[in-house]
């Protein structure tokens, strides 16, 4: 059996997995609800308004349901015992994990795929903007704009599976990977930014230093993507910070240096 091979083996059954879990199914019509929903009840007329809009409760929304449909995703296989026939096969762990990611993130790209198309029908539906810049300059409001915000929030969702896959390698039991992965979620929200600001105020890092680490942790990156390749070409000033390609290569590191220790720590 080849390593490509066994890499579509594992992803489809990965795939049916989640589509045959009902739990996660729910998570999944949840979070097209709640994009969708926010966006047709606030009736926004213009896509950089929806964007705006969308970008908090999204960096929240987008890490539950990566680690909702992943964190059990590796440890199921080690406590079923499962993975042991699975190391009798003629694969490496690197294909295994990578199998499993992928199965995974179909499903994860395809339910903020979905959630997102849902929220920008809702645009043609509103009538007239009500930001100034979209009246003042009608032609930088455009469907584009809110395809590359979709396709940000997506590589986002795919950083946050690979951190999910990270966590399910960890665990030892249920317990812990629930745990793990609680802590993982209030860490990627809200913690590597709260301890970096406020290792600033405290003066242990200066803020030089502070300025750039800030910027690499997954949700800066993904903000600062936002903000340039989808609202500063509208003319909005946005707050300064690092630039799109720092961003993307942010985000592409944390992708791949976690499914790499998943890898080693799967394997084990």
Do not use: K
């Amino acid at each position: 059996m080849t390593g490509s091979r066994y890499v579509l083996d594992v992803a489809q059954r990965e795939f049916l997995t989640v589509l045959r879990t009902r739990a996660l199914l729910a998570v999944a019509v949840g979070y097209v609800l709640l994009v969708g929903g926010a966006a047709w009840l606030a009736g926004t007329g213009s896509y950089l308004a929806l964007v705006l809009d969308l970008l908090t409760p999204v960096e929240l929304l987008v890490p539950v349901l990566a680690f909702a449909v992943g964190y059990r995703a590796l440890l199921a296989d080690r406590e079923s015992g499962e993975l042991q026939t699975i190391r009798t096969c003629p694969v490496s762990g690197h294909w295994y994990v990578f199998g499993v990611y992928l199965g995974r993130a179909v499903v994860v790209v395809g339910v903020v795929v979905v959630g997102h198309a849902v929220a920008g029908a809702a645009v043609p539906m509103a009538g007239e903007s009500t930001l100034s810049v979209v009246a003042s300059h009608a032609t930088v409001d455009s469907p584009a704009l809110y395809l590359r915000y979709v396709l940000v929030t997506a590589l986002f969702a795919l950083v946050a599976l690979s951190l999910a896959l990270l966590v399910s390698a960890t665990a030892r039991s249920s317990r812990a990977g629930l745990a793990l992965a609680t802590g993982a979620v209030v860490a990627l929200v809200a913690g590597l930014d709260g301890a970096l600001l406020g290792s600033l105020t405290a003066g242990v890092v200066p803020p030089d230093a502070a300025t750039a680490l800030l910027g690499l942790s997954p949700n800066t990156a993904y903000r600062s993507l936002v903000f340039e390749l989808s609202v500063a070409p509208t003319g909005v000033t946005v707050p300064e910070g690092h630039s799109a390609i720092l961003g993307g290569v942010a985000l592409i590191t944390w992708l791949v240096a976690a499914l790499g220790f998943a890898s080693v720590l799967a394997w084990r």
